[in-house]
């Protein structure tokens, strides 16, 4: 058990941290998977800017780091683009 005042609240905000974080990783799981599911072309847009949004704030609040947000919108994109090919075909 923690003893001193400062470490009372650094157990307190950790844990709020904690929740916020784990809140904004299971929305950004779930934003992916939605969108590998998503059927057509259309869809997949939407669904990407709705995990581009949800992973931006997410940087923002420091949840992820920036350069990580970046590389898996930039990946998803890709996957987009893969999918614009294949409809083309």
């Known amino acids: 058990m923690a003893h001193h005042k400062a470490t009372k609240k650094a157990i307190r905000t950790s844990a709020k941290r904690n ?3 784990r809140t904004y990783k299971s929305k950004i799981k779930t934003a992916l998977k ?3 599911q998503a059927e057509s072309r259309e869809e997949k847009e939407k669904k990407l800017r709705r995990a ?4 931006d704030r997410a940087a923002k609040r420091n949840v992820l780091k920036k350069n990580a947000v ?3 919108v930039s990946k998803l994109h890709k996957q987009l683009q893969d999918v ?3 409809a083309e075909a």
């Open 34 to 36: 939605e969108f590998e």
């Open 19 to 21: 929740l916020r974080n």
């Open 70 to 72: 970046s590389r898996k």
């Open 84 to 86: 614009e090919k294949q």
């Open 52 to 55: 581009q949004q949800i992973m």
